[in-house]
């Protein structure tokens, strides 16, 4: 059984950084593609980033410049670096992966964790 773990939400003011953490631990030969979906208040859950096994990486345009997405070595960790952040950024951030080798997701899914840029 896969298992997601991520950590790094939190309060940042509009402007700032920072970065979250997903690790899938023991699950070297099971992971594929990992990436990030967040979920507004009262909107739906969207896709954020995307990296696959090969290191391919995709964005939603309203991160793209901003945001960068990027995994260990092993590729059981992704990262996601968070940049001059904005209000709308705020949201509930899920990690997420998937088993095949293109950029696939949803198989698997973390507990979520809370960003919050203030204006």
């Known amino acids: 059984q896969v298992q997601l773990v991520e950590s790094g939400g939190g309060l940042v003011q509009a402007g700032g950084s920072l970065i979250l953490t997903c690790a899938a631990p023991?699950?070297?030969?099971?992971?594929?593609?990992m990436g990030w979906y967040r979920q507004a208040p009262g909107k739906q859950r969207e896709l954020v980033a995307v990296?696959?096994?090969?290191?391919?990486?995709k964005y939603t345009d309203s991160v793209k410049g901003r945001f960068t997405i990027s995994r260990d070595k092993d590729k059981i960790t992704v990262y996601l670096q968070m940049n001059s952040l904005k209000h709308e950024d705020t949201g509930v951030y899920y990690c997420?992966?998937?088993?095949?080798?293109?950029?696939?997701?949803?198989?698997?899914w973390g507990q979520g964790t809370q960003v919050t840029v203030s204006s």
């Open positions: 997420s992966a998937g088993s095949g080798r293109g950029h696939g997701l949803g198989e698997y």
């Open positions: 023991g699950s070297i030969f099971s992971i594929g593609a």
């Open positions: 990296i696959s096994r090969a290191g391919s990486t």
